[in-house]
């Protein structure tokens, strides 16, 4: 089984590839990249012309919400939504129901991810027994048991001594710490950003500082412990200047951003729609600069979606009472093009790099390049097909988009993963 | 001016004009208080609904007076005693009665921003009769109605509002109404009650109540609620009240002769005002209650009335 990509923009970052060529795909391996390749007998032939050709995009933070709460997502359509979003592999988060905090819900995601799954699926194991910041989870098994990463996500370990020791006892496994980087005691209740949009509509704020303080904590706990902690989510522009602060000391420290937190502000929640509402809290345009240009020098590592599906039920009504959270998947790329890449604010070589090579060698996963003998994970990308963002459409299970009904240029096309087309537009 | 909107959501979306269509109105008719029949035929036929999820005296019996005055039909409904305590949603409670057709829907909800939201699932009129910390606008016109008709005008008068900005929908919505009909505010409260940024808001901050109250025309106090000290946002009572009550004395030493005390109750007395100058000849109190029916007659009418009114 082969496919042969023709003609397209080949951009592959981690190679340090931006020209037009042929990439042949076969047996699950991309085996060969260069001009005028000869289609092996019965190979697929895909006509790029036009189109970009990138390592497959990797969202190393997402919730596909099984076991537990199949009525928002499932592993089935929470991977179709990644693929309908160029994404060939995706980092799943451990607040599901059962928590994944043993190596049994962890062998059940991953079959579930072998049966109905269409792209990768990397779990993230719990770092204290049921979220619960009070205990370790059962760390060593849930590495072996094939969790690339730990987190609490959704919670922040309030607990630094506990903290300290995770860190510590999942030094051997290359596997990082990720933070949820919030100090509940600061932001408890809140549901916005602490601004002059959360005075002006009477709701309660959740300062910059509650996640600057845990920034600088899990900075220093990374310092005292050698351990590599990953910050979840960065949302202002203080955590930005803390991780720059730290990597230039050294510090084991990577960082992601959301599309969301990248291109909307506490303005947005004028609105009441509880599509802004997510933790943590849309910030200001101070903070979505200092983001932007996070992003671009290296500062923050990765895009990170943090696709958090809720259903209806769960999202109507007031703005206080509404689930935290927005999915993501679908959107990233399109948004992301549209408003970064096409103003010239941010290079498309370096959007594709975030998107795939970066998520990839932070979690020491497979993909990420288009080297030759690597695994055939391709996204083709149409930099000029327009689009209307219409949540209904979505293959994924919710529709709680922020993004819904936005004109933008810029779309996956295809989604290869393990050399098979998954999905196409 | 005319009145368009469908709704009265909020002040802070008024254009000065409206602000003052709306007070208008309301001193218009205030003389049907005194009538010895106290009902006109504006809004016969028409349904309000009171759709009330927190305790209300003032404004929840002020709308049920108004609503009757004006002959229209007027259901109260009350979270208590219905379904919401059977756990329905606020929406799908909303959504229902909305199916019974009613004119006009007085909300008033814990949650900031309920008024806006059931404007969008229900298709008639709402008027927000608090949402949240968010806003109170019949409040705040029912105070500039008072402020005018005690001073004969807006332009050029300094208020204080002094105490729990920072919870108080009464308190953003007449900074809002009182900034654009030109007065100057100034929020008085110890710094845990003062919202971040409220002086983007066009008032001043004084943290210290000589400071908040010297030569005001008028200061409105508000009310402090007791699970604030449980907060941790203030130490004590007796400790709020001693540096932030307003007895007589810090009056008489700090504030002008002519000033006017108000307050949107309810009192706690001898918290935020001790009893002689909630009873004294500087309160106004009572003055702002009996204005609400006419404000809540006016906002009625201008929502519901216009329609019939062309029919006719």
Redesign the interface.
Same mark, same amino acid.
């Given at each position: 089984m082969s496919i042969l990509i023709r003609g397209g923009r080949v951009l592959d970052p981690a190679n340090s590839v931006d020209a037009v060529q042929d990439v042949l795909l076969q047996d699950g391996k991309v085996t060969k990249l260069g001009s005028k390749l000869t289609a092996p007998p019965g190979a697929t032939v895909i006509d790029a012309a036009g189109k970009v050709v990138c390592p497959g995009f990797i969202d190393m933070h997402v919730h596909l919400r099984e076991p537990g709460h199949e009525y928002k997502e499932t592993v089935a359509t929470g991977t179709r939504a990644a693929a309908a979003g160029g994404f060939t592999a995706v980092c799943c988060m451990a607040n599901t129901s059962p928590v994944n905090d043993n190596r049994s819900i962890t062998d059940y995601i991953l079959a579930r991810a072998r049966s109905e799954g269409v792209v990768r699926v990397y779990p993230i194991g719990a770092v204290t027994r049921g979220l619960e910041g009070k205990e370790l989870a059962e760390l060593a098994e849930l590495a072996e048991a094939g969790c690339v990463g730990f987190s609490d996500d959704g919670k922040c370990v309030m607990n630094a001594e506990l903290y300290r020791r995770a860190m510590e006892y999942t030094l051997p496994f290359a596997a990082p710490v990720i933070s949820h980087a919030e100090d509940h005691t600061l932001s408890r209740h809140g549901a916005m950003h602490?601004?002059?949009v959360?005075? +002006?509509?009477?709701?309660? @704020?959740i300062p910059a500082a509650a996640e600057d303080v845990m920034v600088a904590r899990d900075i220093l706990l990374a310092e005292l412990t050698g351990a590599h902690v990953h910050i979840a989510h960065l949302s202002t522009a203080g955590a930005v200047r803390l991780v720059r602060e730290a990597k230039a000391r050294g510090v084991r420290v990577t960082a992601e951003v959301t599309p969301h937190h990248l291109l909307l502000t506490d303005e947005a929640v004028r609105t009441?729609d509880t599509n802004m509402k997510m933790a943590p809290p849309l910030r200001t345009k101070r903070d979505t600069e200092a983001l932007v240009e996070a992003l671009a020098d290296g500062t923050i590592d990765c895009v990170a979606t943090d696709h958090a599906p809720h259903a209806v039920?769960d999202k +109507?009504?007031?703005?206080? @009472?509404a689930a935290n959270g927005i999915v993501g998947l679908e959107t990233a790329f399109t948004v992301l093009h549209d408003r970064l890449v096409r103003p010239g604010v941010l290079p498309l070589a370096t959007l594709i790099s975030r998107l795939s090579r970066d998520p990839a060698r932070l979690l020491n996963l497979p993909g990420g390049s288009l080297t030759v003998g690597a695994a055939a994970d391709v996204t083709l990308v149409d930099p000029e097909a327009a689009v209307t963002i219409d949540p209904a459409r979505f293959a994924g299970k919710s529709r709680n988009t922020p993004f819904g009904g936005w004109t933008a240029t810029g779309a996956p096309w295809k989604t290869i993963v393990a050399g098979k087309v998954v999905w196409e537009a | 001016m005319g009145w368009t909107r469908k709704h009265l959501l909020t002040i802070?979306e008024l254009e000065a004009a409206e602000i003052l269509t709306l007070i208008d109105t309301a001193a218009s008719l205030q003389e049907i208080a005194g009538r010895e029949i106290k009902k006109v035929p504006a809004l016969r036929g028409k349904t309000v609904v009171n759709l009330f999820y927190e305790n209300s005296t003032r404004t929840r019996t002020s709308f049920e007076i108004a609503g009757k005055w004006l002959s229209a039909d007027v259901i109260n409904f009350s979270a208590s005693g219905s379904s919401a305590a059977k756990g329905e949603?606020?929406?799908d409670t909303a959504r229902n009665i909305g199916a019974m057709s009613p004119d006009v829907v007085v909300v008033r909800?814990s949650?900031?921003?309920?008024a806006?939201?059931l404007a969008?699932e229900m298709s008639c009129a709402i008027v927000n009769a608090g949402?949240?910390?968010?806003?109170h606008p019949t409040q705040a016109l029912l105070d500039l109605l008072t402020i005018r008709e005690k001073k004969g005008h807006f332009e050029g008068l300094s208020v204080a509002i002094v105490g729990d900005i920072a919870?108080s929908?009464v308190a953003?919505s007449n900074i809002h109404g009182m900034r654009k009909l030109g007065m100057t505010v100034t929020v008085g409260g110890p710094p845990t009650l003062i919202?971040?940024?409220?002086q983007?808001?066009g008032c001043k901050v004084a943290y210290r109540l000589d400071d908040a109250i010297r030569d005001v025309d008028v200061i409105m106090m508000l009310r402090l609620q007791q699970e604030r000290m449980h907060a941790g946002l203030i130490p004590s009572l007796r400790e709020y009240s001693r540096y932030w009550g307003l007895s007589l004395d810090k009056l008489r030493a700090h504030a002008r002769p002519d000033v006017l005390i108000m307050h949107p109750g309810p009192v706690n007395r001898g918290v935020e005002l001790s009893p002689e100058v909630a009873d004294g000849p500087y309160s106004v109190i009572l003055d702002q209650v009996a204005k609400g029916v006419a404000v809540r007659m006016g906002v009625l009418l201008l929502l519901a009335g216009s329609k019939s009114a062309e029919a006719a």
């Open positions: 602490e601004g002059v959360s005075t +002006e509509l009477g709701l309660r @704020g009441w039920a +109507e009504g007031e703005f206080d @009472g | 802070r949603s606020f929406v909800h949650a900031s921003g309920a806006a939201l969008r949402d949240g910390a968010h806003e919870h929908r953003r919202p971040p940024y409220v983007e808001l």
